[in-house]
């Protein structure tokens, strides 16, 4: 997924004032820091301690060899003393990367009986840490701030999480999006500035006649595509429900030529996100059902309907979401249909068939049924139903001026009986606070039917890479209310203007 080593610098501030046996205690103490938290286990990315930074040029060779090291994702600073603030103007005015204000101190406990002015001048941070604060919110820097001992598990797991959303930063600039189709005819949120998407996230969007790569797939060795049939049918449950056995198989047959095709065309010209069109599928003999769901689950990002904006987010949000233990999945998702007894309050989701299979809870099985739009045969999909629990739908519109990111934190539960005769992969949700709040602030907010949908990170942390992109977040979450979320988009309306 990803080919870089990143890894973050740790910048210790401090200044020469406290004579050389102090700033001694500074370089031991970021030392001890640094060792602990890679020893922890908690951070996915190797912490690199650098030298105490003390004046004007240090702080600025700093910057420029971060910006210039292609491994460094971000750099975390903390003002063990205190730092005059002045001596960080160039340095910050020239940085570009990811920043994380550790706002921590060495000791967590004041040592009563022993503590005298050289302690406390020693150990400033709630001093230093705010001269320095007050420069970069002067500067207008987009910044994270993570406040707490750093030996505090929560405090661990917030860098952890932080040092996710850089990659995320860092990545987005990387992303290739290929589209097989224009947007849908007449549909509208899927539409959005292509050339904007890429002056703010970096993304290159480009389009190829689905053709091309249909000739990928014609291409494709049989051997290979029996080979992968024969994977398919150890790894799934062949669910046949009365078809014939060889003319299922000629079906399935016809989705890993699409997988093996479209994986190589994808290599071939580095591209990382792919959008298809059910009703633009040139000489495909199927709709890219099982295939994309398998890609999907390499790590493609993906969209449906020329939905280039979600197919963008769904691979951010799975090189995001890399090497993460215990990941519980993330997918291309489509809001359905809902349940609106009360106290069973939910939403349906699911595709026509584009579900990725990291989020699935149990066996998956393969189907094969007829698709009630489009015009060609029956497509092969992966069936299953997703894991329950919290997580995150987002969606990112274009409202013509700007930018848009919504985020509703969202409950993923089980439906209460089997649904057999649905062809499809589904999860079920509830959104915060409520069906009813959730449902009418997404559509107040202009949320779209398809999301980008993970278990594996916060709203915190896409708002966060929002932020550092410079666009409108959204958030729709247990505290959120109509009249509240009226007035922020009001205000928002007016701050993007
Ligand atoms: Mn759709």
Redesign the pocket.
Known sequence: MMEKKYKFWFATGSQDLYGEECLAKVAKHSGIIVENLNESGVLPFELVRKPTLIDNESIRRLFHEANADETCAGVITWMHTFSPAKSWILGLQEYRKPLLHLHTQFNQEIPYDTIDMDFMNENQSAHGDREYGHMVTRMGIERKIIAGHWSDITVQKRIADWMRTAIGIMESSHIRVVRFADNMRNVAVTEGDKVEAQIKFGWEVDAYPVNEVAEYVKEVPTGDIEALVEEYYSKYDILLEGRDEKEFRKHVTVQAGIELGFEKFLVEKNYHAIVTHFGDLGSLQQLPGLAIQRLMEKGYGFG??G?WKTAAMVRLMKIMTAGMKEAKGTSFM?DYTYNLVPGKEGILQA??LEVCPTISDGPIGIKVCPLSMGEREDPARLVFTSKTGPAIATSLIDLGNRFRLIINDVVCKKVEKPMPKLPVATAFWTPQPNLTVGAESWILAGGA??TAFTYDLTAEQMGDWAAAMGIEVVYIDKDTTIRSLKNELLWNSIAFR
């Open positions: 449906a309907e939905d489509e595709h026509m039917h398809h």
